[in-house]
């Protein structure tokens, strides 16, 4: 593997842009790391990647590393991703998004860019709770869990992204947590070699506005709760549903090949009579 | 085609061809009336020449996807109409603030809200102007015939590429719907992006140039990797809260339109010369405020029109250089005086207005009487 600090010149950007602005503590940092590493071992050049993120503590990553970068509004990432990956095959574009970003004001424009199959990696940090803007309650805080706009616990079911996103056509869906860096690496590098929509989860700890609010311990207690709690995909499918607690399915979810949307575009201008270069 | 090279063409086709004519390649839009033909067309043109047509899931991604196309180099339009115009209006200061070239379709039909789908209005004119939050610039073109519709919607590229800014073409559901024959202009100039001069190295995307020239916008993916953002940026596109920079950010984004009113604005005048009373019209209504004017000199009345082809920026200064001789101004719009406020601006006192929101074009007879009105 690269050494640390070549990396961190590679693909950080220098000046001006650290220290970073994450809370002590935070996962973000884990997952932009796990993100570096997988595109480190993949054959593309800084050139050729077109990062995209939406608002939010995430919507961060962009500024920091070194590719074609576009910090979009909030929720809207996957638009910006759709115009350039359509406009310019060629280039990987990958979103990366909040819970709130992709499944609140987003989740319109995330179900139906799984259900266009169109060759995007999109990364959702899922942390369960509004950071940036103070710890709201967002569509993926647990039911019962206190956030600044639940101040007597969440009533409203969350989403399950990844369920959310298989139903919706997605071609490729993993979910990690920012416990299992190394999984979380593998899984991108699936995720960016996939043909088609992508989804990795990366479950990740906002100590901050989540973990101090609902009384969950440290940063470190709960990376290890995300270590008890998570169970293999394969194994977590033999559990009896009544048995499952807290417990949730980590590995690759979904992986199948179906054409996607550039090649169906592609047919769409030859049956036009247009020229396909 | 008759052998006058004519051909029968509808607003929205005219301006449909014209993006075409222009370069544009991207077209990303959600169907609503009375702008869906320019989508229909679109959509089976596109292909032909390789471009992309993509039907989005609302009018807010459809904005998001044209800038997207655009940072990838490709030009790009979307088309809607009232409400769907309201969506766009987030994204649409997203390309004001990050100076992105894109050009944005408003065909009118009556509001507020769902309004009157099926009538034509001209309710959007401020929108256009204030649609987005935050002091923003605005470039917004006003075509009056279905040659216009042609031809202003390739202006709106070239001003857009020029001056690296969404412009709107806002037309009305009288211009888009309206059948003409046109003689499709043989050439007219298409400006393309420029391409940065400078190695990635030294390359700052909002630096702004001597002379007062425009960084151009490098497309993703060619070496030259920055960052776009729509928070308050430095020249390099970073955030920043420094003072300094951000009023020099915030200026510089106003001031690349203020400094070239003299490109932007484009007016047209008829019977202007000696005219004591001046009607100030634009886009369908023009046509009637012709034919009363017209109608106002078989009178004796020594009436002429001033009519905004670029209704933003607004062309202050050419009413103010003819408020000294004018004993009043004429306003007639499709909505409750939104230019009038603006004439009102340059002139005050001095003008009237001939309103209508019931969903019907002013006639020239309503334009005509209140002519009378004024010179009696």
Redesign the interface.
Known sequence: MMRTTEAIYKYLRPD??FPHMWCPGCGIGIVMGALVRAIENTELT???I?L?SGIGCSGRI??YL????????HG?A???????????P??TVITVMGDGDATAIGG??LI?ACRRNIGITSIIINNNIYGMTGGQYSPTTPMERKASTAQYGSIEKPFDICKLVEACGATFVARGTAFHAKMLDAMMLRALNHKGFSVVEAMSQCPVQYGRRNKLGTPMDMMQWFKDNSVSSPVFDKIPPDEVDEQFPVGVLVNKEEKDYIDR?RD??K??????? | MNKRNEVLLQGNEACAMGALAAGM??F?GYPITPSTEIAEFLA?EL??????F?Q???E???????????????K?MTATSGPGFSLMQ??IG?ASMAEVPCVVVNVMRGGPSTGMPTRPSQGDVMQSRWGTHGDHPAIVLCPKSVLECYTLTVRAFNLAEKYRTPVIVLMDGIVGHMWENIEIPPTLEVIDRAKPTVPPEWYHPYENLPGGDITPLA?????Y???????VHDRSG??TLDHDEVEQGLKSIINKIKNNLHDIIDIEEYLLKDADICVVAYGSVARSAREAVNMARKEGIKAGMLRPITLWPFPRFHLEGITGRMKTFVIPEMNLGQVYGEVLKSCPKKAVRVTRVDGELVTPDQIFSKIQEVSS
């Open positions: 001006k842009k800084k050139d050729e077109v995209v962009s500024t070194d590719f074609n970068t576009l910090h979009t509004t809207r996957l638009t910006f991703a759709t115009g350039i990956k359509l406009a310019n060629e280039l319109n424009h139906h575009y769409i201008v049956k036009a009579g247009g020229e396909v270069p | 390649r991207f990303a089976a292909p032909k020449l390789n471009g992309t993509i989005m899931e609302d807010i991604s459809s904005m998001g996807a044209i800038i997207g196309a655009s940072l990838a180099g490709t790009s987030e994204n997203f497309p993703f993916g060619q070496g990797r920055y960052h776009v953002t729509g928070m970073f955030p």
